[in-house]
């Protein structure tokens, strides 16, 4: 199996926005419910959004109302829209299905929220 490649992250202010992408060539993805996690320093690595193939999504109560997941099937790309960022929201941030990781995780992107 291929490990998803993640990328967007950067360096934002707080109270800005990022759009996160993951391309996920290794998989039927069609088939898959896929997910956003991070992992904070320190931190265990938590999901934070999820995806079914049909559409359908759920979000960890620290993200609802700030973040968006959605996915183009055509493409295999899942897409993280993050705003309204805080400081908090500074990890790693990763993509895999979901809830189950099944794939190798990739290199991740890094999210930093500081003034």
């Known amino acids: 199996q291929v490990q998803p490649v993640e990328s967007g992250g950067g360096l934002v202010q707080p109270g800005g926005s990022l759009k996160l992408s993951c391309a996920a060539s290794?998989?039927?993805?069609?088939?898959?419910?896929m997910g956003w996690y991070r992992q904070a320093p320190g931190k265990q690595r938590e999901m934070i959004a999820a995806i079914t193939t049909r559409g359908v999504t759920n979000y960890a109560d620290s993200v609802k109302g700030r973040f968006t997941i959605s996915r183009v099937n055509t493409e295999k790309t899942v897409y993280l829209q993050m705003n309204s960022l805080e400081p908090e929201d500074t990890a790693v941030y990763y993509c895999?299905?979901?809830?189950?990781?099944?794939?190798?995780w990739g290199l991740g992107t890094q999210v930093s929220v500081s003034s």
């Open positions: 895999n299905t979901a809830p189950g990781a099944a794939l190798p």
């Open positions: 290794g998989i039927a993805f069609i088939f898959n419910t």
